[in-house]
């Protein structure tokens, strides 16, 4: 009697009891989730980027370009070649290259520079090339400069940014009681200048003025605050929506 109290005892045993299977796929389902979960935590995802790109590998497949479309140019242009991303980085590498060939077949490579940064191309011109010491009207070798900028920018839709910065040494007349107007009506001066000679579209461009605050180096020596009175023309990272 006890051996068969003991059998059903291990039957009833064995039939509450889960496959053994059962403890292993729950050990995995676990590993499963936890798993999943880590890989959403780590993919959040940047729209930008994503859209940029996108932008950059419909550029260098040649998608949308070019050809005849029953869609509004406008839109086809914001969203299949990049509304303010890469077709943007593809028009400053084009502005510099271009840029690049006037200034050395013009000599110009002491006085005007130019780079890619975060915000944009930055053309950087010195004062001199543009403005007589204490003056805001542009020279004619400036004017040539500023055409062919101006040509160049033309049929592209990124912002330009004109800043105006000065040296360090005061000035004090009924044009201009400070710095702050100086280098302020020179940037202005630019933005008449491509708005009035090239007509660029106003919405496009805007102005600022530094005074002597923002140097690139030290105004300790004529050469340095010569560096230091320059105009940057900075055509930036971004593709204008208006328009």
């Not at 890469?86 to 590498?93: A, D, K, P, R």
């Not at 050395?104 to 780079?115: F, I, P, S, W």
């Not at 101006?150 to 005061?170: F, Q």
């Amino acid at each position: 009697m006890r051996r068969n109290r003991r059998s059903n005892n291990s039957d009833e045993s064995n039939k509450n009891s889960s496959p053994a299977w059962m403890t292993t796929f729950g050990d995995m389902m676990t590993l499963l989730l936890v798993f999943f979960v880590l890989i959403y935590s780590f993919s959040v995802m940047d729209l930008q980027k994503f859209k940029g790109f996108i932008s950059a590998l419909q550029n260098q497949l040649g998608v949308l370009d070019g050809g005849k479309t029953i869609s509004d140019e406008s839109k086809l242009t914001r969203g299949s070649r990049g509304t303010n991303y890469n077709q943007s980085e593809v028009n400053l590498t084009r502005l510099k290259n271009r840029m690049q060939t006037f200034i050395t077949e013009k000599g110009l490579e002491d006085k005007v520079q130019m780079e890619i940064t975060e915000r944009g191309l930055e053309i950087r011109m010195t004062g001199e090339i543009l403005y007589d010491l204490g003056e805001a009207r542009i020279k004619k070798q400036g004017r040539e400069v500023l055409d062919e900028i101006a040509t160049s920018i033309k049929d592209i839709r990124n912002d330009v940014m004109v800043e105006g910065h000065t040296d360090n040494l005061p000035i004090n007349n009924e044009r201009f009681p400070s710095n702050w107007e100086l280098s302020t009506t020179r940037a202005t001066n630019v933005i008449r200048y491509f708005i009035e000679e090239h007509d660029i579209k106003p919405y496009r461009l805007s102005a600022a003025g530094y005074s002597e605050f923002r140097p690139l180096f030290d105004n300790d020596t004529p050469e340095h605050r010569a560096k230091n009175r320059r105009i940057e023309i900075v055509v930036k990272n971004t593709w204008n929506q208006t328009g």
